[in-house]
């Protein structure tokens, strides 16, 4: 129960952190797509005669802060790791499974060796009620 809980919780952060991530590249295109066009608009300002090529080469020269590719990193990394997490999620179920057969086992050899222990205390005693009848009788 615990364990279900667990990965619906994990789950939902996942999806979570995704869907903001997803929102964050939404609004990251837009603003790139004003900056784009801003610069252009300042291109073609300061130099009229400039050709459709050299405009593209110097919005180009300009792109992207190193804060946005961080970002985007940190973003594949995220997706990379969920990937990793829904692919690994069958074997971490079945070790949980292992682990906790194991538990159920060690409490069941516990009870049988507290079992095996009194039967054989028990034996002891019925072997020397036996010897001495038998010393009795020869005797």
Known sequence: ADRNIRQQQ?????QRLMDVARE??????????RYRQNMERQIRIARP?????????????NGGSV??????????LFQDMQ?????????????????????VNIEDGN?????A????????KK???ICLCVLILLG
Do not use: C, P
């Open 117 to 124: 222990i009194t039967y054989r205390k028990s034996s002891r």
């Open 83 to 103: 990937a990793m997490l829904e692919q690994q999620q069958e074997t971490i179920d079945a070790i949980e499974t292992n682990v906790d057969t194991a538990h």
């Open 49 to 61: 005669d400039a050709t459709r090529e050299e405009v593209e080469q110097a919005v180009d020269s």
């Open 111 to 115: 009870k049988e060796m507290t079992q």
């Open 24 to 33: 964050y590249q939404d609004v990251q295109q837009r603003s790139k797509q």
């Open 67 to 76: 804060f946005s590719q961080h970002i985007n990193e940190l973003f594949n």
């Open 10 to 14: 994990q789950s939902g952060l996942a």
């Open 127 to 129: 072997a020397w009620w």
